[in-house]
């Protein structure tokens, strides 16, 4: 089993990057992924979720309006695009795959990648 997330940089205020998560050796169909970040010297925070059954989506309240989860099936892969981008939005973004339902809880999510950083500067 095997999450990869690639698409982290460095990019300017107001910016935009778009994160991937590649999975593989899961049905990944059946499972709710879910974006989180941790920031130096904060707590891990979840980001944002799509639920596998319905596609329904769950965001932070800081990233909504700016940051989109999206999920390919038949790619194996969940996105999250993330626009008008702030420094307080740095910090290593972890993709993390869970079969319950859609959570902001990493305690629910059984599966993590390894993460990819992700800097502002203002």
């Known amino acids: 089993v095997q999450l990869q997330a690639f698409g982290g940089g460095l990019v300017q205020a107001g910016g935009s990057l778009r994160l991937s998560c590649a999975t593989s050796g899961i049905t990944f169909s059946t499972y709710t992924m879910g974006w989180f970040r941790r920031a130096p010297g904060k707590e891990r925070e979840f980001v944002a979720g799509?639920?596998?059954?319905?596609?329904?989506?769950r965001y932070w309240d800081s990233v909504k309006g700016r940051f989109t989860v999206a999920r390919d099936n038949a790619k194996n892969t969940v996105y999250l695009q993330m626009n008008s981008l702030k420094p307080e939005d740095t910090a290593v973004y972890y993709c993390a795959a869970t079969p319950a339902p859609l959570s902001d809880s990493p305690r629910d999510y059984t599966l993590w990648g390894q993460g990819t950083q992700v800097t502002v500067s203002s």
């Open positions: 799509i639920r596998w059954t319905d596609g329904s989506t």
